[in-house]
């Protein structure tokens, strides 16, 4: 059901120009970027159930799944810069606030998600999940406003920048042993 979903927004966005049918495109990018998210919860849900390893084609299908929800919300998040400055405006309109936010939380939700044995990888995944975090609990900060729209959110995001760093500064460390170690290896 939501891969027929996805097929149809998708076409549907294909025959859009997002120059003349911006809120059309935004509503539909933020509806692909939740199904695509949906779908991937629905397999890391199989992928636990099971006690058997994964596989590298469900690996890829998950990484595949994340990414692709995250494009879909990255392409609604742009969609709201300023056109001339390209910067996020101080201030969202109320009628994205929520959207733009949660998208933000998503985002960050998202990234964390995606499997990879390359840990030099592994750690731009982490810190772009970060930086989505981040995103939300500085606007939060700055617009006390935004926090009625975003309670439940801005709690876990406030937690996981306290805890992200804490992950990146250890896989940090473990690339750099790793790295030490091939360099021994090799001279």
């Known amino acids: 059901m939501?891969?027929?979903?996805?097929?149809?927004?998708?076409?549907?966005?294909?025959?859009?120009?997002?120059?003349?049918?911006?809120?059309?495109?935004?509503?539909?990018?933020?509806?692909?970027?939740?199904?695509?998210?949906?779908?991937?919860?629905?397999?890391?849900?199989?992928?636990?159930?099971?006690?058997?390893?994964?596989?590298?084609?469900?690996?890829?299908?998950?990484n595949h799944l994340a990414q692709q929800s995250i494009s879909n919300f990255s392409k609604f998040i742009e969609s709201l810069r300023d056109a001339s400055t390209k910067k996020m405006p101080a201030r969202l309109n109320e009628d994205v606030l929520r959207p733009a936010l949660i998208a933000y939380f998503r985002v960050g939700r998202l990234y964390s998600k995606i499997v990879t044995p390359d840990k030099v990888v592994q750690l731009q995944y982490l810190g772009k999940s970060l930086d989505a975090y981040q995103f939300l609990v500085d606007y939060c900060r700055n617009d006390e406003g935004a926090k009625k729209y975003v309670s439940v959110e801005l709690a876990v995001c406030e937690d996981m920048v306290k805890l992200l760093p804490l992950k990146l500064e250890k896989l940090k460390h473990e690339v750099q042993q790793e790295g030490q170690e091939w360099k021994h290896v090799h001279e």
């Open 2 to 62: 939501h891969k027929r979903r996805v097929d149809h927004l998708e076409s549907v966005l294909k025959e859009l120009n997002p120059q003349y049918y911006l809120l059309v495109c935004r509503q539909l990018w933020y509806e692909l970027g939740e199904t695509y998210s949906d779908i991937l919860d629905i397999k890391l849900q199989r992928l636990q159930m099971t006690d058997e390893r994964p596989t590298p084609h469900a690996l890829w299908k998950v």
